[in-house]
């Protein structure tokens, strides 16, 4: 009777242990599967946000090259009026046309598709830049008025996202400070 008393005990030992390992693995299990879906999650975040900056960078080197181009040609009239000299020869100053026109084609299009990789206060953000900078064109090249060149180069300057502000935004879930911009330039007719 001892014996099967002794036997009894082992069997149940070893069935709580044997469910104590069964729920050990079990939870090891569901932490590994957690941990494996957070670092695939984490991927998946450090992913987009790599192509997102890509796309943003991409974009902004295309609008500092419009800006480059359409400064020198300010640069060229404003030698020109101010000073009767010329900046730029005759070739560099239809390189820089060139350049700008072909550019400006692209940015409208480049920014709209932009418009997926980016939240709606970094666009707004972007479009006021960008309207700033055709008022400039068209106060100074168009019109050749030179008066206000300073202020205007201060506003964009101002208005300008780095990528020391840009990168914070990209990398958390967080909102640029919402600045309250008219927006009504959007839907001109």
Do not use: C
């Not at 693995?25 to 695939?40: D, N, P, T, Y």
């Not at 008066?147 to 506003?155: I, N, P």
């Amino acid at each position: 009777m001892m014996e099967g008393q002794f036997t009894e005990k082992i069997i149940l030992i070893l069935l709580e242990k044997g469910v104590l390992v069964l729920l050990l693995l079990g939870v090891g299990f569901w932490i590994k599967s957690a941990i494996e879906k957070f670092k695939s999650s984490e991927a998946l975040k450090n992913e987009v946000v790599k192509v997102r900056l890509e796309r943003i960078t991409k974009f902004y080197d295309m609008f500092s090259e419009y800006e480059h181009w359409v400064n020198r040609i300010i640069q060229h009239l404003y030698y020109q009026k101010e000073k009767g000299e010329s900046y730029l020869t005759k070739d560099e100053l239809k390189t820089a046309i060139e350049k700008s026109d072909e550019i400006a084609k692209k940015i409208g299009l480049e920014l709209n598709s932009m418009r997926f990789w980016i939240n709606d206060d970094i666009y707004v953000h972007t479009v006021t830049q960008l309207e700033l900078f055709k008022e400039i064109q068209s106060e100074i090249i168009q019109n050749g008025d030179f008066r206000r060149r300073k202020e205007f180069k201060l506003k964009m300057d101002t208005l300008r996202m780095n990528i020391d502000k840009l990168l914070p935004y990209l990398t958390t879930k967080q909102e640029l400070k919402l600045v309250r911009y008219d927006r009504s330039f959007m839907y001109k007719k």
